[in-house]
């Protein structure tokens, strides 16, 4: 892996920005709800009446013309998965941009930090076959049921010339205004597209609680590096021969997570390390690095997770609200999340999509629609999982201003 400091593309820092349109609470940005509770969604004729829904749907949300290329983000499930997103739900987003003029369409995702067919290790940068493949399986391809080329958004080897260009697995942003970071590590091909398509599909998450479109972007749109950051798994690692015990990073640590020991080098307490890097800036002997290749304990941090990923999911899209739709696919709904490389069943009966241009509000739209057809046993069971979406939005509220009370406009389909 290669280090922080390697990243290309880094840039001056530049000042977080919120769209108006965000952070209003008069006339805010709506968000529709497609019902689909009526239909069978394996029906082919239903499944086309809902992609013409969609469809229109999308115009309402985007009224412009988009260029360049443009890129719907999704998630292709591990290989047992079979509750993961529906691929023939892509047509109505490919039709969509066809119609305002885009460019160039592709699907992509990330690698992930943990082992697997979508696995870092098991896709390095020469070599993504495997990744590739899984892919193709789910329907993801050029000549499969989504009908658009699939990328690797870390992988610049999986870029398509005159289609979809990347030239590096990460970037380096840095930011002033969000609260637990200063600095991001978007992918390349995240940060290439011009125009995005959030497709996220809602599952519960062990450790996340709530999966929808926050955690599509914060994790699935990150590089490495990113991903380790918001699990708390990157901590600062001090050259003794270069340390000179000053104390500059023990006295600027956010968090407190730093020790000084007379004659031997700072100790870092992990249980308190957020990663942020603060303490590598501000080193002036430079002998502070950021290091991690695995993430050792998932369950760190779990409580502060969501807040984290709210933070970093501001801070990549800084720049990108108004050129993004999103998508929350309420169908195939499961306990656990689609990472899960094992069969799941539904929890429930499939509910339809919840579509806007804050992810604050999808998120916490489709949560409330969702627990309102939750049985009480689940509920009391669901509890944990379902107030994330809440928090996160209120979360996202205190902190950046982003309003996610917003008017629903329901679109109920009938067979």
Not at 19 to 29: G, H, I, V, Y
Not at 112 to 126: D, E, I, K, L, T
Not at 247 to 264: K, M, Q, Y
Not at 270 to 279: F, S, T, Y
């Amino acid at each position: 892996m290669k280090t922080l400091s390697d990243s290309p593309h880094s840039t001056a820092s530049v000042r977080l920005q919120v769209p108006a349109e965000l952070t209003r609470k008069q006339d805010p940005e709506p968000v529709y709800f497609v019902d689909t509770s009526a239909l069978d969604l394996e029906n082919p004729v239903f499944v086309e009446k809902v992609n013409d829904v969609l469809f229109e749907t999308f115009c309402q949300l985007h009224d412009d013309v988009i260029r360049g290329q443009t890129l719907l983000k999704i998630h292709i499930g591990e290989p047992k998965c079979t509750t993961r997103l529906n691929p023939v739900f892509m047509r109505s987003s490919c039709r969509f941009l066809e119609y305002r003029d885009a460019g160039s369409v592709v699907a992509g995702d990330t690698t992930v930090a943990y082992s697997g067919q979508r696995g870092h290790r098991q896709n390095p940068r020469n070599d993504v076959s495997v990744y590739l493949a899984l892919a193709a399986d789910h329907g993801w391809a050029q000549d499969g049921i989504a009908g658009v080329p699939f990328v690797v958004l870390d992988r610049p080897a999986t870029a398509i010339p005159d289609t979809f260009e990347f030239s590096a697995p990460s970037h380096k942003i840095r930011l002033d205004g969000v609260q637990r970071f200063s600095d991001f590590f978007p992918a390349g091909g995240f940060v290439a597209a011009d125009f995005m398509i959030n497709h996220a599909h809602l599952t519960l998450h062990g450790l996340a609680g709530f999966a929808g479109c926050i955690k599509n972007i914060a994790m699935g749109c990150s590089a490495l590096e990113g991903k380790l950051r918001m699990h708390k798994s990157l901590l600062p690692f001090f050259n003794a021969s270069e340390c000179v015990n000053c104390g500059r990073c023990a006295e600027n640590c956010p968090e407190n997570a730093i020790i000084l020991h007379e004659n031997d080098v700072p100790e870092v307490i992990q249980e308190k390390c957020i990663g942020c890097g603060e303490c590598v800036s501000i080193c002036k002997k430079k002998a502070v690095t950021l290091k991690g290749n695995e993430i050792s304990d998932w369950k760190l941090g779990e409580e502060t997770l969501p807040e984290r990923m709210t933070d970093y999911a501001v801070g990549i899209m800084n720049g990108k609200w108004d050129r993004t739709i999103h998508v929350l696919h309420m169908y195939r709904i499961t306990e656990l999340c689609d990472c899960v490389d094992q069969k799941q069943v539904p929890m429930v009966k499939d509910i339809g999509f919840v579509m806007g241009k804050n992810p604050f509000a999808v998120d916490r739209i489709g949560a409330e629609i969702l627990y309102g057809v939750l049985s009480p046993k689940q509920r009391t069971g669901y509890a944990r999982a379902l107030s994330v979406a809440e928090k996160t939005a209120v979360y996202a509220e205190q902190n950046y201003g982003i309003v996610s009370k917003a008017p629903l406009q329901p679109l109920l389909l009938t067979p």
